[in-house]
């Protein structure tokens, strides 16, 4: 016997899968997590550049950079559901992490003395 499981990379779909697994069932697997990924980078990518755009901020220059900020943000939103910033620990202890939700409590000090944040993902104007 085959089944054919869709949303297997999460949630019922991936219990389910496992549970068919274990009985010995063949499965065909289809996720959409890698498209899903792709929703949330896109909407992550006009959030950053509207607030860029708002604070009078440019984003990170070098495009091979920025896609890897934008990334981990997306990647820290599918996991977390909040947009922690890829460059710093979550925690687990929702008022230390409130701190680091992108854009985060230390970005403007960073970039008025540094000239860009911690995940140089937002850097000042000359
Ligand atoms: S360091 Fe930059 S990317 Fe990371 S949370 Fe702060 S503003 Fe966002």
Known sequence: MKALITGASSGIGRDIAYYLASKGIDLILIAR???RLEEIKEKVRKYVQFYADKQGYLLNP???????????LA???QQYVTQYCPCRIVHG???K???IICPCAYH?????TDGACHCQLFFKKN
């Open 33 to 35: 997590r890698k498209e």
């Open 108 to 112: 403007v000090e960073e970039i008025e």
């Open 75 to 77: 990647k820290r939103r």
């Open 97 to 99: 992490d409130r701190k």
């Open 93 to 95: 202890d929702p008022e």
């Open 62 to 72: 070098n495009p091979e950079e920025l896609e890897w900020v934008i990334e981990g």
